[in-house]
């Protein structure tokens, strides 16, 4: 792929990356484990480099990096620790919105603070009752004056307990044109988050609860017109959401194939390494093929993207492939460590754990299939990423540092 996708930049970039990982987040891993809560200090510390404004202009202080860049970011960050891939990824969602369909005004004021890793945006849709199907959620905002006032609350919101600035679809009217997203910021009157809940892995991400209760938002703080919730929500899940997840999940799956073949290596069976016994050797033929794969479709899907070219069906397939190879390769890698994986000296276990995580958002393996099917059948709905290719086609400059740098 190195020629075809990725250039100089893009390896200069993922270089950078990688040793940020090692020298400042993996350190945090013990304490992020132990603590199974949010790490504020080195969310932000992440934010600071610039890497949530990949694909901010840098007429706002981004790095008009692209898609792809986006791509190495998480997955490097990811590689090393799932959680702040997670970090990364969820603030993309939220600066998304922001750039697709924000107003002058709104993206003068939010676009440069996000670059600059100031602040760190949110995207929330997902309720308790609705789950994903967004035409059943029941928070509401009503208008009032020259504000709203929303009520209701929103659930599974990356980065909730250490966002700024809370990108929010509610209902303003019935059926699929009465959904309208706002930004909120975190300290508004009325809003509060939910207790944060233990879970079983990214320790050291937040995805939680957000609570509404006569919040009154100013209708300045509006993302488009009113009924332009569902394009919000749908575009951020299709042209952020499934790639950031498959970016996730690709350094989760790289990170298990590096510490599987350490292991194989340096265990010694019958006077020789673990990785010399033929049914192991086959097992990690196996996980490099699965790795190569997802790799491939997930660098293919983001470089059509860059290209301003139709690939919601790339995005879909990207995001099942890896998702599902990562936590196959998981498994291959239990099979490999046998009892030693079990335990948490080694990373093995949490890479699992993580992994299960990136299954549900932007729609499940099943949901993906799905909308495969129709897209072979002739059914699907038109094509999210042609519709926005004008705001998202970008090309790298001599420099993938933020502007801010």
Request: proline share 3%; hydrophobic share 40%.
């Amino acid at each position: 792929m190195d020629g075809y996708f990725s250039s100089r930049l893009h390896h200069q970039l993922r270089q950078t990356v990688r040793d940020f990982a090692e020298r400042e987040v993996r350190p945090r891993i013990p304490e992020m484990e132990a603590s199974r809560t949010v790490h504020h200090e080195l969310s932000r510390l992440i934010a600071e480099q610039g890497w949530i404004g990949a694909t901010i202009g840098h007429e706002y202080g981004g790095m008009n990096a692209g898609h792809l860049a986006k791509t190495i970011i998480i997955e490097e960050l990811a590689r090393v620790s799932g959680a702040m891939g997670a970090m990364v990824q969820a603030s993309q969602l939220g600066t998304a919105k922001i750039v697709h369909f924000g107003s002058d005004e709104q993206r003068k004021t939010w676009l440069p603070a996000i670059a600059a890793g100031e602040c760190l945006p949110t995207i929330a849709v997902t309720e308790y009752e609705s789950g994903g199907h967004v035409l059943a959620m029941e928070a509401t905002a009503v208008r009032d004056g020259d504000d709203y006032i929303l009520n209701g609350r929103k659930v599974y919101v990356g980065n909730s307990h250490v966002g700024d600035l809370h990108g929010v679809v509610v209902r303003t009217g019935p059926g699929s044109k009465g959904l309208t997203a706002f930004l909120v910021e975190a300290d508004r009157p009325g809003f509060r988050t939910g207790t944060q809940q233990p879970s079983m892995g990214l320790h050291g991400f937040s995805f939680g609860e957000l609570i509404f209760e006569n919040c009154r938002v100013p209708a300045a703080n509006r993302l488009g017109d009113e009924g332009d919730g569902l394009s919000v929500a749908y575009s951020s899940s299709v042209l952020y959401g499934r790639a950031n997840l498959t970016a996730v999940s690709l350094g989760i799956h790289q990170a298990i194939l590096e510490e599987t073949t350490r292991f194989a290596t340096e265990r010694i069976r019958y006077g020789k390494p673990l990785a010399e016994l033929p049914t192991v050797k086959l097992k990690l033929g196996q996980m490099q093929s699965r790795l190569m794969t997802a790799r491939l479709a997930a660098y293919h899907a983001v470089h059509l993207l860059d290209q301003g070219m139709s690939c919601d069906a790339e995005l879909m397939n990207a995001k099942l492939v890896n998702v599902e190879s990562a936590i196959d390769s998981g498994r291959t890698a239990m099979e490999i460590h046998s009892a030693a994986g079990l335990y948490t000296d080694r990373p093995l276990e949490r890479y699992l754990r993580d992994a299960f995580h990136i299954f549900a958002p932007a729609g499940t393996s099943d949901i993906q299939l799905v909308r495969l099917a129709e897209i072979a059948l002739g059914q699907d709905k038109g094509s999210w990423s042609e519709r926005l290719s004008d705001v998202v086609t970008m090309e790298p400059t001599e420099t993938m540092e933020p502007a801010h740098a």
